[in-house]
């Protein structure tokens, strides 16, 4: 009875979501209307840093159509938004304000909130809005505001330093000092983040005769939200509600809290009106969560033959001008995931925390492990040229073997020791070395270079981590109808959740996936729930469901064994029916058995209602793997960099539906093709973002993809820690691309000895670099 | 980004639009195709109070062979340009450069029109007309002007045009025989407006002499740029590579463009130098190979 009932996994099922939203029919926030409802839109800091003299709102409130003005001071104290990840105590004066007092800390900081009947004369209002601000030197640079007599962020905090993280396993130093072979680098990530193309929207109406609050729009962790939400406003939690909806992508910086998830619902508990706020992009580019910028002083230490003895880094990370909700949670996991595949002995990390000027950051899409891997694997080509080596045979040298499993890293993520559950690391290597070609690759790259062309090949290997715990809700039932439901804490960002979730419960109910409802993101209708974010939505929110179905078909056939006399052995659960083996004329419809298990008809001692709770707790996570290789062409003479093909192996455990894997990977390298070639948040030393519209922060379309992109799923490594040996594969996608396209590139202009140091790799770095290098030749 | 509020008119025939025009003056915007102008408006970089639509006027939407121009009315949507038999027999260089504007769905909106009197120096349209050679004619009260490309555009984003004069067609002379043409351009993204463009167009003689010789480019100032002394230096000549390579540098030395996020001065005049030389290359192969076909098929 203890078989794992997985029947509908590894197929290659459509999804059950794209037939609403290909047909239009989803509905989004900005598809919620309610009568009454009033627009909201945000007055944000035009400064990066200055004392507010005067913030004049007399002018705004007299305008045409507007119904209210809020500023500071009608919001009074309402405390701070917490660090939803890893929170710890002492760092009160860098968590935001939903408006702050005193100073503004970065452009777009919201100042004040405008209400009116539309956006229009909300936008003619904001004009009307009188700042007056003292200016203070803006600090735009993570290293520069950690030098001594920097100007502070925050005052009373004491230090722009927000925190110091510490990696130590062997005597890095020491072995270090010791080694053959040092090679050091100074590497840099720009500032990205993810851009879902449907921004950040809220709806809040309050239902004054209920005290009920409803919020639509928050789409990732909707419980913790709604604590948060309720504890600032001092309103009953069990009288908050949030009804999730659909999105246009989440990649880690939708759904968190931010000022606005407390600004609207506010103003909609005071107005008593419906009261919708639509991010608009301007808004977006100063105001949600960036990423990824960081600097690196790395060095490793290697024996003649290419052995890795040690690894240093010392890490500044720009946090921008508050802690938010993800907390440290970006650098802390470069810092934890740096060794990357490789066993090395000692390593040694420093990760600088650094507030700035800037906007506050948080996670997108690989968080930490994008700059990590392109930071280690850049190392690893360095030393491949220092050695001679070719860079494949150097990594070859030096993976985890797989005997070493489970391998502790040596490193930690939120203090919990990083542990690789299983697998052969260089199993995803090999596949992506074949499928690139890479051992012909030489000789066609020799015979372009007779042709007048510089094309190159780049690795980047990377491990993953996936199933953030601690746990995820599950409830699996059957209705009256005899119809199956589940619930789960989950929500859904795009990424099928509500096919594969069904293809998990579809085996142990032995019903098709189709026709099981998957209900997920309301509050009011599920008791618990965590989220998605991490990758963790299939292992551990996957692993309840499981969980539930495979409970919820034991009391089935509990209850059927009891009815038709029969033993449970006897017994097959599938197309909706209990059969029994040999008897074909016996059998109950699960509208049968949903009838039997009424509170008058149940025998004494089991719960009446075919309805099964659970709770999957991962303690440990779940360490996914893969390689890239992007074989790019360089022009030298224009510094265009275009990308040829591409190829990605990797090992998830198992993937439940490949369909759906093959789009997370696909989608995901598109965005590290972006921050690789592209995209960049880019500030001048006032602290002006000056890349806040699509014309000069600019995602990868589809004429920027490869033309060919390979992928191949492996299921050699399935995690010990889950009943179905689930890894997460969100996120491989992207990791590897800023690594492996950087080193194609430098691989490509190897004639010129280039250096790729910095991403991304626009035309005219790649110039800029080609022009350097010319002239130091002549 | 919602515009601010602003009338708006849509005038049936040409004489009516000129006459709202008149009486809006200074404060008035004139829609075509709208992809540059209503971004702008969302923005709130331009508050115009009134906003002429022209989209009524189907006698500017057309494309005809006169006198040994191509003729385009204003209102022509850049589509239909770039798939007219017309522009490709006879503006071979501008049917080529259209795929460059932006993306479909934008071109089967904007007009070409529109895309000359917006002037932005780095835009793909101005500069094919530059170097062409092609005449403007803008209608105003006090009746018709005919303006050469290289006197219509001033600088950023602005032209000769007065606040009460509208463009109403462009005139762009037909390729002679024995001519090869060649579009280059670099982007940050396909679609994206020219880091640097460069549009030219060679023409033969039979005896493969260099007879005339046109040459511009996108993105390297505050309009785009023609590049007449440079050219000439092939015109009686029978071009060879080396040549080719010096009016890339020269062009290069005599460009000005500025900096931006997207790439430096220095950036813009490398990359100018080598493209100037890779499409001086193309047009000249491309007229050889007429020339010959021409040659062949007599």
Known sequence: MNKVHSEWLGLRVLRKEDQRLLTGSGKFVGDVTLPGMLTAIVYRSPYAHGRIVSLDLARARQHPGVVAVYGPEDIGSVGTIPMRMSPRDGLGECLQRPLPTGKVHYVGEPLALIVACDRYRAEDALEAIDLEVESLPALTDARAALQPGAPLVHEKFGTNLAEQLIMDKGDAARALAAAPVRVRERLRIQRHTGVPLETRGLLAAYDVAARTLTMWGVTKVPHFNRSVLARMLGHPEHLVRFVETEVGGGFGVRGEFYPEDFLVPWAAMRLGRPVRWMEDRCEHFVATNHSREQWHDVEIGATSDGRIIALTDTIHADMGAYIRTHGFVVPDRTAALLPGPYDIEHYHAEVMCALTNKTPTGTYRGPGRYEGTFVRERMMDVLAVRLKLDPAELRRRNFVSADAMPYDVGSTADTDPVIYDSGDLQSAFDAAIEMSEYDSFRREQANERGNGRLIGIGIGCLVEKSGTGPWEYARAEVDNSGHVLVFTGLTCLGQGLETTLSQIAAGPLGVHPDTITIIHGDTARIPFGVGTCGSRGAVVGGSAVHQAASSLREKILTLASSQLERPMDDLVLESGQVKVRGAPEMSLTLREIALLAGPTRVAEGIAPGLSVEAFFKAPMRAYPYGTHIAVVEVDPGTGVVRVLRYAIACDIGRAINPMIVEGQLTGGLAQGLGGALLEDLVYDGDGQLLTGTFADYLLPSASEMPGSVKLRLLEDAPSPLNPLGLKGAGELGCTGAGAAIANAVADALSPLEINIGELPLTPNRVRTLVREAMAANQ | ?298
């Open chain 2, 1 to 298: 980004m919602k515009p601010t509020a602003f009338d708006y008119f849509d005038p049936p025939t040409l004489e009516e639009a000129l006459s709202v025009l008149s009486e809006c003056g200074d404060e008035a915007k004139v829609l075509a195709g709208g992809q540059s102008l209503v971004p702008m408006m969302n923005f709130r970089l331009v508050r115009p109070t009134a906003l002429i639509d022209l989209n009524r006027l189907r006698s500017l939407d057309f494309i005809v062979e006169r006198e040994g121009s191509v003729v385009i009315g204003a209102l022509t949507r850049q589509h239909s340009v770039e798939t007219s038999a017309i522009t490709r027999t006879h503006a071979p260089l501008l049917a080529e450069a259209l795929p460059f504007v932006a993306h479909l769905a934008l071109r089967r909106r904007g007009t070409v029109g529109g895309s000359v009197a917006h002037a932005d120096p780095a835009a793909e349209i101005p500069t094919v007309l530059l170097a062409l050679g092609a005449t403007m004619v803008a209608q105003g009260p006090k009746g018709t002007r005919v303006i050469p490309a290289d006197q219509f555009f001033v600088s950023y984003f602005s032209t000769v045009l007065k606040a009460d004069e509208l463009l109403t067609e462009l005139r762009v002379p037909a390729a002679p025989p024995r001519t090869g043409s060649a579009f280059l351009e670099v982007s940050r993204r396909k679609g994206d407006l020219a880091l640097v463009s460069v549009a030219t167009e060679i023409t033969l003689t039979p005896r493969g002499v260099c007879e005339r010789a046109a040459l511009a480019l996108g993105g390297v100032g505050s309009t785009p740029f023609a590049a007449v002394e440079e050219a000439q230096l092939i015109v009686g000549q029978v071009p060879s590579p080396r040549m080719f390579q010096e009016i890339g540098k020269r062009v290069a030395a005599r460009i000005s463009p500025d900096s931006d996020l997207h790439g430096s001065a220095q950036y813009r005049k490398d990359a100018a130098a080598v493209l100037v030389d890779r499409a001086l290359q193309t047009s000249i192969a491309r007229a050889a190979a007429e020339s010959r076909s021409m040659e062949s098929s007599k």
